[in-house]
């Protein structure tokens, strides 16, 4: 069943950086507004970041401001999260969402609720 899928995840040290991707093989994501969100563990699902569908507008949490990057390729059908400077706290299960709307050109949302589509999610670990 075609579905929201993140790829990227893996082992980075501290410091270090990691590029996920998230794309969908059933459908055009071009109409969604887009996020990330993570779940470390033990802990609940945290907002992390969010990409209008016009790609003019970008939200991030506080704790990730200045190091992540949430860019989208139309033509790849993919929104990506480039990660910086990597904390042992960024460790969790990385998901990406989708708010299939219809959603405002504009609109960025960084509540679970306001997405209808998930991913299963990718793994990463900082660690050294």
């Known amino acids: 069943q075609a579905q929201l899928q993140e790829s990227g995840g893996g082992l980075v040290e501290p410091g270090g950086s990691v590029r996920l991707s998230c794309t969908h093989s059933?459908?055009?994501?071009?109409?969604?507004?887009m996020g990330w969100f993570r779940q470390a563990p033990g802990k609940g699902r945290n907002f992390v970041a969010a990409i209008s569908m016009d790609a003019w507008r970008t939200h991030y949490a506080r704790g990730v401001r200045g190091r992540f990057i949430i860019p989208r390729d139309k033509s790849k059908n993919s929104v990506d999260l480039q990660m910086n400077n990597l904390e042992s706290e960024d460790t969790a299960l990385y998901c990406c969402?989708?708010?299939?709307?219809?959603?405002?050109?504009?609109?960025?949302?960084?509540?679970?609720?306001?997405?209808?589509?998930w991913g299963q999610g990718t793994q990463v670990n900082v660690s050294a």
């Open positions: 059933g459908r055009s994501l071009d109409k969604n507004a």
């Open positions: 969402a989708a708010a299939t709307g219809p959603v405002p050109p504009e609109g960025v949302y960084d509540r679970g609720y306001e997405y209808q589509d």
